[in-house]
């Protein structure tokens, strides 16, 4: 029951975050193994999905703080994307492939708090006040994270457009 | 209003979320200023292409290794379960005790007089209890003698006080 309602979600935040498919797998198990240790900490009159993604989150980070030496590139932007709905329509030409590829490969560059704020906010959707509670900080602090994560990554996108350009 | 600053207010305009004075600065920056309105269209594309970011799905092999956790901890707990149950605690403290004491015996300095000391207290305590029990006998010859006596004794006393017919 909490494996078929969390797995893909887990899993999903852990790739975007890590950017390995390997990586991802390894720290899903790791979170359900946490998952299994805290659950007698839970308290019931807690929200159990940002209970549960609070400490998901947690996790990823503390493990990339542990590693991040090891943690400079992700995997081939083609090797587990191209694959997804996301390429399959024929509006989507080469050069929005290329932003996209740009966007994927410069997630790593972001610190780990800001990179995470940046992911629940516009890969998942979520709204600024649920984001609030998963990471525990105020309102005001995850807006000025993700306006900086966007900030970076636009000037990396930006950068290199130019670069491009000019060649 | 300086390119800095309306870079800090580029994602909040997207959001919607300036006053009505802030966004007309804003757009008005932006009609003018080059780098930032390049600035912004790339703010604009990064953040489609991370809307855009698609979900996986996960893999068979991995919900294995999930399923697989409650009863690989099951058995890992089961051990530990066994020591730490309360019940076996006063159990596990007097063998510890115990343990202390004969590495304590095993490891003394001076364990044949340990030895000799421990041989003399069993002397001691044999010799007491064979005294006790000689003692106990000669009682119990001495009840035997005046056992007549007692049970005369005993018929003649009246708890009632009544006088006999």
């Known amino acids: ?167 | 209003m300086k390119c800095e600053k309306v870079e800090e207010l580029l994602s909040p305009y997207i959001e919607d979320e300036l006053s009505i004075e802030e966004k007309k600065a804003v757009e008005s920056h932006l009609e003018t200023c080059e780098n930032c309105s390049l600035l912004f269209s790339s703010m604009g594309e990064t953040m489609e292409s991370l809307t855009e970011f698609p979900e996986l799905d996960v893999s068979e092999s991995l919900l294995d290794r999930i399923y697989a956790i409650p009863s690989r901890k099951r058995r890992f707990k089961f051990s530990f379960d066994l020591l730490l149950r309360p019940s076996l605690q006063p159990i596990l403290a007097a063998a510890t005790i115990l343990l202390a004491i004969i590495s304590l015996y095993m490891f003394h300095p001076e364990r044949n007089r340990v030895n000799k000391f421990v041989d003399r207290q069993i002397h001691l305590g044999y010799s007491k209890v064979g005294r006790l029990y000689a003692k106990a006998e000669s009682f119990a010859t001495s009840l035997g003698e005046q056992k007549e006596n007692i049970l005369v004794s005993l018929k003649n006393i009246n708890p009632l006080g009544r006088d006999e017919d």
């Open chain 1, 1 to 167: 029951m909490l494996v078929d309602s969390y797995s893909k979600r887990v899993f999903n935040m852990a790739y975007q975050f890590a950017g390995s498919y390997e990586e991802a797998e390894d720290l899903t198990q790791d979170i359900f193994l946490k998952l299994y240790n805290s659950l007698p900490k839970y308290d019931f009159e807690k929200n159990f999905s940002a209970w549960f993604l609070t400490l998901a989150r947690n996790y990823m980070i503390d493990n990339y703080r542990k590693t991040k030496w090891e943690k400079k590139t992700r995997d081939e932007f083609n090797e587990h994307l191209l694959s997804s709905d996301a390429f399959d329509s024929p509006e989507n030409g080469m050069v929005r492939e290329e932003s996209k590829k740009i966007i994927w490969e410069s997630l790593n560059y972001l610190s780990p708090e800001i990179r995470m704020t940046v992911i629940l906010r516009d890969i998942q959707g979520k709204k600024y006040e649920e984001i609030a509670e998963i990471i525990n900080l105020p309102l005001g602090t995850v807006k000025s994270r993700v306006n900086r994560g966007r900030l970076q990554l636009a000037k990396i996108l930006k950068e290199k457009k130019e670069r491009k350009n000019e060649m």
